[in-house]
Nanobody
Framework: QVQLVESGGGLVQAGGSLRLSCAPS????????MGWFRQAPRKEREFVAA????????YYADSVKGRFTISRNNAKNTVYLQMNSLQPEDTAVYYC?????????????????WGQGTQVTVSS
């Protein structure tokens, strides 16, 4: 059974940084695209960042471009989201997602497995 375990969330002041990690268990996803999504209170889940299997392609939401960086370590079967210059509007539950296909995608429906989410709270 595949499980995705996110870690690294927490409470941080505006302007601070956090690094999220996601480590799938049960199988390797070194040949699959991976992504991060988030859901703020009373809002729909939205795309944040995605990376292809080879790390050659990355996509970012406009709202995080230049502040967040997605990366992966296939040897560790882990994807990361480095979040800098955090703002209160970044407060949300952040979800890791993986797909069986190699390409990166911003489409939520294209992902095959999802984590349970990790809370990120940014105070002003």
């Amino acid at each position: 059974q595949v499980q995705l375990v996110e870690s690294g969330g927490g409470l941080v002041q505006a302007g601070g940084s956090l690094r999220l990690s996601c480590a799938p268990s049960g199988r390797s996803f070194s040949s699959g695209g991976m992504g991060w999504f988030r859901q703020a209170p009373r809002k729909e889940r939205e795309f944040v960042a995605a990376i292809s299997a080879s790390s050659s392609t990355t996509y970012y939401a406009d709202s995080v471009k230049g502040r967040f960086t997605i990366s992966r370590n296939n040897a560790k079967n882990t994807v990361y989201l480095q979040m800098n210059s955090l703002q209160p509007e970044d407060t949300a539950v952040y979800y890791c997602a993986v797909r069986l296909r190699r390409l990166a995608t911003t489409e939520e429906g294209e992902y095959d497995y999802w984590g349970q989410g990790t809370q990120v709270t940014v105070s002003s």
